[in-house]
C-alpha cells in the first residue's frame, strides 16, 4: 500500500501509474489476442463476429469500470483520512453490492441476447457466431465485475503492483488458451470466448483472496460487512460512473449499427482498428484513474495545493503517453492491421488504416481531457464530468450520422477528433474552476 500525498507529484503519479500502464498493455491483450487469432486462423468473418458484439460488451463492462471509479474514490478519500475501519466497511459494501448486481446483470443479458445482436443491426452471415461470443461473455460477466471492482480497491490504496500480477498471468493465459481452442481444437468464435473466460475467472478468484489477506494486514480496525449509508456514499460516485460509462457504450452501439449497414469487410477493419483505439484510450484513462486516487487521497488529507500539481503532472504524463501511440497508428497503421487480417482483406485493411491515421493525432487531446476528468471524479465532481463526456458522446452519434451521409464510413472518423476536442476543453475548463475553489 502506498500514501500517495507524500514526495513530488510528478514522479509519485509516474511511479504509480507505471505498473497501471503495464497492466493496461496486458488487459488489452485480452481483446487484441481475441482478434488476431480469431482473424489469423478462424477468418475474416470470425473476426467480424467478435467485433460485432464488441459494442454491447462494452456496456457490460463500462457497469464494472463504473463501479471500480466509484468505490476507489470513496476508498482513497477514507485511506488518506487514515479511517481504516470506515475504509474496510466501504470496501465490504461494494463487493457485496457489486457481486448482488452482476448476477441481476447476467440473467438479463442471457435472455436479452439475440434482442441485442438485432437492435445493432449484425449482419446475417456472422449473427449466430457473434450471438454464441455475448452468451459465453455474458456468463463470466460476475468475474469481470469483480475482478475490475477488486482492481479498483488495490489502487485505491495506493497498491497498483499486485493487480499487475494478476494480469500479467491471465493475459498470457488467455492468449495460450486462444491459440489451443481456435488454431489447435478448431473452435473458432467460441473458443476465443472460453478462452478469456477461464483467464478471467482464475484472475478474479486470485485476485479476491490476495484483497482479502491484505485487507487484515493493515489496521486492527474491524469495518462492516454492509452499510445502507456507506453504500449511498459510493453510488454518490459511482452511480454517474456508471451512467456514463454506460451511455458512451450505447453511444458507441448507435455507431456500431451504422457502420454495420457498410458490410462484413468494413466491419472487420473498424472491429481490428477499434481494439487498438481502446487500448490507446484505456492507457489514458488508466492515467486518469490513478489521477483520480491521487487526488481523493490529497483531498481526505487535506492538500488542497497538491492537487493542482497532481494535475499539471498528470497532463505531462498523458502528453508523452499519447506520443507514442500516435506515431504508431498513424505511421504504421497498415503494419498494425497486418495483425489482425491477411493480405487478401484489401477493404478491411484500407478501412482500419484510415480510422487509426484520422483519430490518431488527436490522442493528445482526449489524454488531457481524461487527466482533467480525474480530478473532477477525486473531488466528486460528478456534474461537470458527466456534462464534460456527454458532450463528446453526443456530438460523436450525431457528427457519425450525418457525416455517413455526406461522405460515407472514411467520414464517420472524424466525428472522434471533434467530439474530443471540445470534451477537452470542457473538462479542462471546469478542472481548473475546481482548483481556484480550494
Not at 66 to 88: P, T, W
Not at 296 to 307: D, T, Y
Not at 320 to 336: E, H, Q, T, Y
Request: hydrophobic share 55%; charged share 10%; with cysteine.
Amino acid at each position: 500500500m502506498k500514501d500517495l500525498t507524500e514526495g513530488k507529484p510528478f514522479y509519485v503519479l509516474w511511479n504509480f501509474s507505471i505498473p497501471m500502464f503495464i497492466s493496461v498493455i496486458f488487459q488489452q491483450l485480452y481483446n487484441i489476442a481475441d482478434s488476431v487469432i480469431a482473424g489469423k486462423f478462424a477468418g475474416e468473418n470470425a473476426l467480424a463476429a467478435v467485433g460485432a458484439s464488441y459494442p454491447i460488451t462494452m456496456i457490460f463492462m463500462a457497469i464494472a469500470i463504473g463501479s471500480n471509479i466509484g468505490c476507489a474514490v470513496v476508498i482513497s478519500q477514507l485511506y488518506g483520512a487514515k479511517q481504516y475501519g470506515m475504509m474496510k466497511t466501504a470496501i465490504f459494501t461494494t463487493l457485496l453490492a457489486s457481486t448482488i448486481l452482476s448476477v441481476f446483470l447476467t440473467v438479463v443479458g442471457l435472455v436479452g441476447t439475440r434482442g441485442l445482436m438485432e437492435m445493432i443491426h449484425t449482419p446475417s452471415n456472422i449473427f449466430e457466431e457473434g450471438a454464441v461470443y455475448l452468451r459465453i461473455y455474458i456468463i463470466g460477466f460476475l468475474f469481470l465485475y469483480l475482478y475490475n471492482v477488486g482492481t479498483g480497491v488495490f489502487t485505491s490504496m495506493g497498491d497498483s503492483k499486485t493487480p499487475l500480477y494478476f494480469l500479467i498471468g491471465s493475459s498470457l493465459g488467455n492468449i495460450v488458451l486462444d491459440y489451443i481452442f481456435v488454431a489447435i481444437f478448431e473452435w473458432g468464435v467460441p473458443g476465443v470466448a472460453w478462452a478469456t473466460f477461464l483467464a478471467q475467472g482464475i484472475a478474479c478468484i486470485l485476485a479476491l483472496f490476495t484483497l482479502f489477506w491484505k485487507i487484515k494486514g493493515i489496521s486492527l480496525e474491524k469495518g462492516k460487512i454492509f452499510s445502507f449509508g456507506m453504500l449511498k456514499r459510493i453510488c454518490a460516485i459511482a452511480v454517474p460512473s456508471i451512467l456514463q460509462q454506460s451511455f458512451v457504450s450505447i453511444g458507441n452501439i448507435f455507431i456500431q449499427s451504422l457502420i454495420n449497414g457498410f458490410g462484413s469487410s468494413v466491419i472487420a477493419g473498424y472491429s481490428a482498428a477499434i481494439k487498438l483505439n481502446t487500448f490507446a484510450i484505456t492507457s489514458f484513462t488508466t492515467l486518469g484513474n490513478g489521477i483520480s486516487s491521487f487526488t481523493a487521497q490529497s483531498l481526505g488529507a487535506g492538500k488542497w495545493k497538491r492537487i493542482q500539481e497532481g494535475l499539471q503532472a498528470g497532463i505531462r504524463i498523458g502528453i508523452l503517453l499519447a506520443l507514442p501511440f500516435i506515431v504508431f497508428f498513424f505511421g504504421f497503421g497498415s503494419k498494425m492491421m497486418g495483425l489482425f487480417l491477411e493480405d487478401g482483406s484489401v477493404e478491411a485493411v484500407k478501412t482500419g488504416v484510415e480510422f487509426l491515421r484520422i483519430v490518431a493525432p488527436f490522442y493528445l487531446a482526449i489524454s488531457i481531457k481524461l487527466a482533467a476528468d480525474g480530478v473532477l471524479r477525486g473531488t466528486g465532481r460528478m456534474k461537470m464530468f458527466m456534462f464534460s463526456t456527454f458532450t463528446d458522446l453526443i456530438l460523436r452519434v450525431i457528427l457519425s450520422y450525418l457525416f455517413a451521409y455526406w461522405g460515407g464510413v472514411t467520414a464517420v472518423w472524424l466525428s472522434w477528433p471533434i467530439g474530443w476536442s471540445i470534451a477537452m476543453v470542457l473538462s479542462l475548463g471546469f478542472a481548473w474552476k475546481v482548483l481556484k475553489d480550494f
